[in-house]
């Protein structure tokens, strides 16, 4: 989840989750799967009720996967770069990165402010 901060106030967060099946990422080329509607209203449900409705992000998109480093730690601070207008080539060494492709992937959201 990524929250964007300005000045002090929070004024979005934004969600992005992996497929809710084991299908290859090449597949998302052709649109979101069927349920994805259902899985995201499911993700939204459980939060409110498991934490509470201030939990729940402004927006869920649906991706390919979630950056990694070769040692598996997820890259949030390059995420959250891309989307305030950083090149996704710039925000980490793509040397650096399981699959590099996925972080290009957010390059789609550059620019754009989260849930906004």
Sequence with gaps: MIRTIIGGAM???TAFLTFP???????YVYGPKPGWADYKAMGEAALRAQLSPRHVPDEIHQVPGIPRTLSGKKLEVPVRKIL????PERAADPNALADPDVLRYFGRFQGESPAG
């Design 84 to 87: 305030h207008g950083t090149d």
């Design 21 to 27: 099946s084991a299908q290859a990422k090449e597949d």
């Design 11 to 13: 004024f979005a967060a």
